[in-house]
């Protein structure tokens, strides 16, 4: 698996930047995780919006989901333009049966259910799914292709279940949206002491993290991360790419 950050923001994207989107590729196929603010503007650096294959939404936060319509917009007039039929697939949860409705537009994308318990096959990947921690409904991902795992842990103030969730995976990407002296559990996020916590006892051979926060120098998450977990850890950043 190849991943590419497009948006590694939380809230909202810096200047030039975006906020959450992740391009994920195997076997020449491409599945967009999340599409927050500015996410198609900087996923034009890699690919044409007509080239993602699938998208698949953590949950329907604006930093999230910003894009979702101009991304349907995109699609629209390269069908009127070429004439393609080609139709995406938006995978979400139901818990907010609006938000769900708007990943189908027209016949240029479809919204297509997940839920936990069940996995989905998207292309090459098998993904499978576990709730989260987080002010409205939001779903870490396991992403399974080609042997190897990769972990997305969405929104989520820390719980144990990562831990499970997260064994042995080769790469986590990791929300970390507060410095270890701050508590992000009553706004539904992680500080660095808990993913690394989490790192640790899942034994992952790498972590990325992301949804960064706006304030200080988000560097110094690195250093405290590495305080409870060994083994390597970096920044998400634009054009960031990974094989795993
Ligand atoms: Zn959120």
Redesign the pocket.
């Known amino acids: 698996m190849q991943l590419t950050v497009i948006g590694c923001w939380g809230a909202y994207p810096k200047v030039n930047e975006a906020s959450t989107g992740y391009l994920l590729e195997y076997d020449g196929f491409r599945l967009l995780i999340d599409c927050g603010s500015a996410v198609l503007s900087k996923l034009q650096q890699f690919v044409k919006p007509t080239m993602i294959d699938a998208c698949i939404i953590s ?1 329907y ?1 604006t ?2 989901i910003a894009d979702i319509g101009v991304l349907q917009h995109a699609l629209m007039i390269d069908s009127i333009i070429t004439g393609s039929e080609k139709q995406l697939p938006i995978y979400g949860h139901t818990l907010d049966a609006g938000e769900f409705a708007k990943l189908t537009y027209k016949q240029y994308t479809q919204g297509v259910a997940y839920s936990e318990g069940r996995e989905s096959n998207i292309g090459p990947f098998t993904v499978s799914f576990l709730r989260t921690n ?1 002010p ?1 409904p ?1 779903y870490a991902m396991r992403f399974e292709a080609g042997g190897k795992v990769l972990i997305f842990t969405a ?1 989520s103030a820390y719980q144990d279940s990562f831990i499970r969730f997260a064994k042995d995976a080769d790469l986590l990407l990791s929300e970390c949206n507060f410095y270890e002296d701050m508590d992000g559990e009553n706004a ?1 996020h992680m500080n660095s002491r808990d993913v690394g916590t989490i790192a640790k006892k899942a034994n992952v051979k790498q972590t990325v993290l992301t949804h960064l926060p706006q304030f200080r120098d988000v560097e110094t998450l690195v250093k405290e991360v590495k305080k409870y977990y060994n083994g390597p850890v970096q920044l998400a950043k634009l054009g960031l790419q990974i094989d795993v």
């Open positions: 949950h936060h930093d999230h987080h409205v939001c929104d539904g």
